[in-house]
């Protein structure tokens, strides 16, 4: 049985849905600028199945433009909606333990607890980082 409530994950996935309109709005913003419109409408696409190889396909461009902690921030976006209902969604995957409802709030991507997050960007330090 998850820690999370009914109430948590509706506000945890609203947070998401926030953040996820964000980012693509600024992604299409980038590729209208430069011109690459067939992408920008992709992106603009409400997700379902169909939608998901077109994204996919759009992704993997965008990585080709320099976009790519956008565009990984936007993939674990994706992964967290998709774990949003599981009852493993929120729990740490290092330590196991619960996350906290505020936190996959403020960040529904999170996938560790504060503690093991802190752990894994001590260890990983300078990997995670890149040119921007
Ligand atoms: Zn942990």
Known sequence: ???????DRLAIRAALEAQRAQLLR?????????????????????????ADEALAVTLGNLSAARMDHE?????????????LDDPEYGQCEDCGGNIPAARLIANPVAIRCVACQERF????????????
């Open 26 to 50: 600024g992604l299409k913003g980038v590729l209208e600028e430069n011109g690459q419109t067939r992408f920008a409408d992709v992106l603009g696409r409400s997700s379902g199945d169909s």
């Open 71 to 83: 565009v990984r921030t936007l993939q674990a976006m994706e992964s967290a909606f998709k774990r």
């Open 1 to 7: 049985m998850s820690h999370l409530t009914k109430k």
């Open 121 to 132: 960007e001590h260890t990983h330090a300078g990997q995670t980082h890149g040119s921007m």
